[in-house]
């Protein structure tokens, strides 16, 4: 069975920094992507930033010189380095195994101002 589970989430101020984990079992996780996406508050979900399986990764605009994602095979895990955090960024934020509907049940990220 596959399971994605994130973790990392909290309450941070402006310009605070968090990182998120995202850990998959149930699959030869070395040859998948993954993706990081958010969904804010009353708003659609929305793609943050996508690691390769050879580690190629792709930010969205909001995410360029302030997320890091990064990938460690030996712990079939990926995270998501966030620097400089603004309140827009608040969001419930999920992690998804690239070309296949699997979910993990999201953690929440409040940036306050």
């Known amino acids: 069975q596959v399971k994605l589970v994130e973790s990392g989430g909290g309450l941070v101020q402006t310009g605070g920094s968090l990182r998120l984990s995202c850990a998959v079992s149930g699959v030869t996780f070395s040859i998948y992507g993954v993706t990081w996406h958010r969904q804010p508050p009353e708003k659609p979900r929305e793609l943050v930033a996508h690691i390769s399986a050879r580690g190629t990764t792709i930010y969205a605009d909001s995410a360029k010189g302030r997320f890091a994602i990064f990938r460690d095979n030996a712990k079939n895990t990926v995270y998501l380095q966030m620097n400089s955090l603004k309140p827009e960024d608040t969001a419930v934020y999920y992690c998804?195994?690239?070309?296949?509907?699997?979910w993990g049940q999201g953690t929440q990220v409040t940036v306050s101002s």
């Open positions: 998804q195994i690239a070309g296949r509907d699997n």
